[in-house]
């Protein structure tokens, strides 16, 4: 099992994809244990197979794609814009508005970034902004996308600590607000520190204009979390009313999007689910060679070993996350950490959920940091700003985040408060 695991680590280091690494790491395990080579076969298959919520991951990438594609976003700047784009270091503030409603669409940090993004940071530089400080908030707000409902990586997390992805989707709304203020708290003090301009304030005409041509995309999240608290479907059925939805705003309704846009779209999707569902499969035979090994017992009997204080076990475990992001992607931390350490993060008493918003909230901070910050990287491609220059303005937005992340270890609430209003206590 050590050798599986250094073995991975050197592949990841190499550059090698994900999907790749965990795949060869546990196909050469497997045949140093003698084990047949059909038992990875059949491990791979049955665990897409045979989950039903993995099913809500293409659904939702398709409908970020179509939210990208069909016009969607133009609306959704404008109306964030005449919002808060009068205060001072306006543009600022419509970049992280413009994210907590985006994010009740795509779900993914990064459809956030390479969406919104380019058009955000050309209206910011365009105003009088630094590049590398426009760049910096994107790159801060995209992190807001998989916490508020939907989320593609908290579905995963469901998938691979088996539970309830409705609460986690709800767990993320009061998190995802939190983050925008404390980043829109930030802005301000740059803004008034560099003297940042503002938009005139604008007529009650505009304000209706701007809202009325984006309220049927701003009523996705409201669609969805209604949906699932009443019961009217499921979190995955929820992904593909997203997409119905997503659908007709921009086929039907808009009519910004042609055929030709339909069906690069619906590759898109197809190429990014398969790459998903690939990674999701190697990554569960890497985790049944852990299992097999007894791996979650060692690692709970060894933090149970530095502390029983659920507190203090959530601050440890946290720690090792924020650091590991800095240097291995988090949908690999993910894969790796999840599986081994849920048995042991319900023995000491922590709720699954309150740890599973923490979790994703601190992977999404590895987006913005280097060397493996693919946050960074995405914003550096689509605007053409040096990645050095979007790292040093990056670093100050560090700051807030880390107070929400702490905040958010230490009062449940803010995670617990929501799902147990809506569905009742777990």
């Not at 309830?164 to 709800?170: D, E, P």
């Not at 055929?259 to 398969?274: C, E, F, G, Y």
Request: charged share 10%; glycine share 10%.
């Amino acid at each position: 099992m050590i050798f599986m695991l250094i073995l991975w680590l050197v592949l990841l280091a190499l550059g090698m994809a994900l999907a790749v690494t965990l795949g060869f790491s546990s196909m050469v395990q497997l045949w140093l244990d003698g084990t047949p080579m059909a038992v990875m076969a059949q491990r791979m298959t049955k665990s897409i197979s045979d989950s039903f919520p993995l099913l809500a991951v293409p659904f939702f990438i398709f409908a970020g794609n179509l939210m990208n594609t069909g016009g969607i976003t133009e609306r959704i700047f404008n109306f964030a814009r005449v919002l808060v784009g009068h205060l001072r270091g306006g543009l600022g503030h419509v970049n992280v508005v413009a994210s907590v409603v985006f994010s009740g669409m795509s779900g993914s940090a990064l459809a956030d970034a390479g969406g919104l993004g380019n058009m955000e940071i050309k209206a910011m530089r365009n105003a009088g902004y630094e590049a590398g400080f426009a760049g910096a908030v994107t790159v801060a707000s995209c992190i807001i996308g998989p916490m508020i409902p939907p989320s593609i990586p908290m579905v995963l997390y469901g998938v691979l600590a088996d539970v309830s992805i409705g609460r986690l989707f709800l767990g993320g709304v009061v998190p995802g607000l939190l983050t925008a203020v404390a980043l829109m708290a930030l802005i301000a003090w740059f803004a008034k520190r560099r003297n940042y301009p503002r938009d005139p304030v604008p007529s009650m005409g505009d304000i209706g204009q701007a809202t009325l041509r984006a309220l049927l995309p701003m009523l996705t999240p409201a669609i969805i979390i209604a949906g699932i608290a009443f019961g009217l479907f499921s979190p995955t059925e929820a992904a593909v009313v997203a997409s119905l939805y997503a659908l007709l705003l921009s086929f039907g309704i808009y009519r910004e999007m042609t055929l030709k846009d339909l069906v690069k779209v619906i590759l898109d999707t197809v190429r990014m689910s398969a790459m998903v569902c690939l990674i999701v499969a190697t990554a569960s035979v890497f985790a049944w060679i852990l299992a097999a090994n007894q791996a979650p017992m060692r690692l709970a009997a060894w933090l149970l070993s530095l502390t029983e204080n659920p507190l203090l076990l959530l601050i440890v475990i946290n720690l090792g996350i924020l650091v590991a992001g800095f240097f291995i992607e988090g949908l690999a931390i993910m894969i790796l950490i999840v599986p081994v350490l849920a048995p042991t993060l319900i023995s000491a008493g922590i709720d699954p959920v309150h740890f599973g918003v923490v979790f994703i909230f601190n992977l999404m901070i590895g987006l913005m940091t280097p060397p493996m910050g693919v946050g960074l990287f995405v914003v550096s491609g689509v605007s053409g700003i040096r990645l050095e220059t979007l790292i040093r303005e990056t670093i100050p937005f560090l700051i807030p985040l880390a107070a929400v992340l702490l905040l958010l270890i230490l009062v449940p609430g803010f995670v617990t408060w929501l799902p147990n209003l809506v569905l009742g206590p777990a």
